[in-house]
């Protein structure tokens, strides 16, 4: 069973991921043209692959991927269906991972850097690595 999430327009379940949701993971990654540098089968049994749904049995509406290093979680990749974008389920996935690991780190864009902000992650520069922003949760707040 997963958590519930309810707001003005939604109610989303946040659960770890099983071998069959790795289709509805996928096509959620593939639509934000998001590629996972972890293996999502090998992620999805470990657990660090969490999908948030309208219910257990529904299609999955977000996605979010965990690398585990020693220490956290890494966040390799979050995505939403487009027409659940803005309304809390992204938030919903990464504040997930944060109570499940504690520590979180990222790397995105800048385009996203105002949604890790509002989730409480601090924000620097990726040396050398152009516009690339590094992010860090210590589950503090």
């Known amino acids: 069973m997963g958590e519930r999430l309810t707001g003005r327009e939604m109610s989303v379940t946040v659960r770890e991921a099983t071998r069959d949701d790795r289709l509805g993971v996928r096509r959620v990654l593939d639509a934000a043209m998001l590629e996972v540098r972890a293996n999502l089968g090998e992620r999805t049994d470990a657990g660090d692959v969490l999908v948030a749904s309208e219910g257990d049995d529904a299609p999955v509406l977000g996605a979010l991927v965990l690398l585990a290093p020693d220490d956290g979680a890494h966040v390799d990749a979050v ?48 040396e050398g690595d152009g516009d690339r922003l590094r992010g860090r949760y210590d589950g503090a707040d």
């Open 79 to 126: 995505a939403v269906r487009r027409a659940r974008r803005g309304q809390g389920v992204g938030s919903a996935l990464v504040r997930a991972a944060a109570e499940r690991r504690g520590r979180l780190t990222a790397e995105f864009d800048p385009s996203v850097r105002p949604f890790y902000e509002s989730l409480g992650f601090e924000i620097t520069p990726v």
